[in-house]
């Protein structure tokens, strides 16, 4: 494969809910663990997520939300990099230098010329920018990952918007998913795989058959599933 092997892993809800609401001041992370019968067993996602890939891929308006632009205490280092999508930008410069202190390598991916990173290119040594013109070339990033910076895997862990847009292109090529014991709801919360809806029989190819590789059962009612993504739909005809 003359790309990287993406796996996307998060933690969703029993009805795929990535986050426990529709604004930003709601989030997974930190309301799980305020919540009896889901806080018990969360530990087990994060003891998960140190096995993933030392290469991870998530978007700036995900890392604005948990606050990376506001964050003043220097990071302890970690041995990942990460791979941040963002265009807006939803980065601001302390965001950046912060992400720049707390990872091995940040690649920061981005169409936006005036992004905050291009102005700390040159005193940030452990940053590197892909920049794309209007639109971002996912096959060409997968392919300079795995040859020019020698990533075989890259963990994806972003939001439903860029989630639907990688497995949709055919860029996803396994799902590993814990499962937390509650349902949240609400229409405008999102799930796993967002983007647009399938509007007709000929969008029917947008949906990815999946074959089970894995299922753990874990303590306090948690489940891990891994599933192997099938990037080749076939529909037959009525």
């Not at 494969?1 to 930190?30: A, E």
């Not at 939001?159 to 937390?180: C, K, T």
Request: glycine share 6%; hydrophobic share 35%.
């Amino acid at each position: 494969m003359d790309r990287t092997y993406n796996t996307l892993f998060l933690i969703q809800s029993l009805d795929g809910k990535i986050s426990t609401g529709d604004t930003n001041f709601l989030d997974v992370d930190l309301d799980f663990k305020r919540i009896h019968g889901v806080k018990e067993g969360l530990s087990q996602y994060y003891d998960i997520e140190k096995t993933t890939d030392p290469f991870s891929l998530n978007s700036g308006k995900v890392m604005a939300k948990i606050g990376v632009n506001l964050r003043t205490a220097k990071p302890q280092k970690m041995g990942c990099s990460f791979i941040i999508i963002d265009n807006r930008p939803h980065l601001t410069e302390s965001g950046v230098r912060y992400l720049s202190q707390w990872v091995k390598t940040l690649y920061l991916v981005t169409t936006n010329k005036s992004h905050p990173a291009s102005r700390l290119k040159d005193s940030l040594h452990n940053m590197q920018i892909l920049s794309y013109e209007n639109k971002i070339d996912f096959a060409d990033l997968f392919r300079q990952m795995k040859h020019k910076y020698l990533a075989e895997r890259i963990t994806v862990q972003s939001g439903g918007q860029l989630n639907a847009e990688l497995l949709r292109s055919g860029f996803i090529d396994e799902v590993s998913i814990v499962i937390a014991p509650c349902l949240i709801g609400g229409k405008e919360t999102q799930s796993l795989i967002g983007g647009e809806s399938i509007h007709t029989e000929g969008d029917l190819k947008k949906i990815k058959p999946l074959v089970l590789k894995d299922c753990r059962v874990l303590v306090d009612s948690y489940i891990n599933l891994t599933y192997l993504v099938t990037n080749t739909t076939v529909i037959d005809p009525k």
